[in-house]
């Protein structure tokens, strides 16, 4: 069992910037596949970045140039870096792990754990 938890959230205006965190309880999250993927207001859940055991990364076309996704082994934490945010940006934030560290998975139902969330608000 792997638990995460998400840190930094909060409210900002547009164009300010946030760094979100997810803590992971794995003793072997070095292997595991780290995702965000968000849910704003009356939407669905959708794909944000996934980073692999491997350090290959992905984004959604909607924050490509603007979001970083990176990891730090040693410390089991996985940060998502939220530059010229946008008032669409405003969702919950959710963590993900994926046990095929090889993946670079969109869908949901492809990751095994989840987190809690962390809101983000931002203001026009």
């Known amino acids: 069992q792997v638990q995460l938890v998400e840190s930094g959230g909060g409210l900002v205006q547009a164009g300010g910037s946030l760094r979100l965190s997810c803590a992971a309880s794995a003793r072997t999250f070095a292997t595991y596949s780290m995702g965000w993927f968000r849910q704003g207001p009356g939407k669905e859940r959708e794909f944000v970045t996934v980073i692999s055991s491997g350090y290959n990364t992905d984004y959604a076309d909607s924050v490509k140039g603007r979001f970083t996704i990176f990891r730090d082994n040693a410390k089991n934490l996985v940060y998502l870096q939220m530059n010229s945010l946008k008032p669409e940006d405003t969702a919950v934030y959710y963590c993900?792990?994926?046990?095929?560290?090889?993946?670079?998975?969109?869908?949901?139902?492809?990751?095994?754990?989840w987190g809690q969330g962390t809101q983000v608000t931002v203001s026009s």
């Open positions: 993900a792990a994926d046990s095929a560290g090889w993946r670079l998975a969109r869908v949901a139902r492809e990751y095994d754990y």
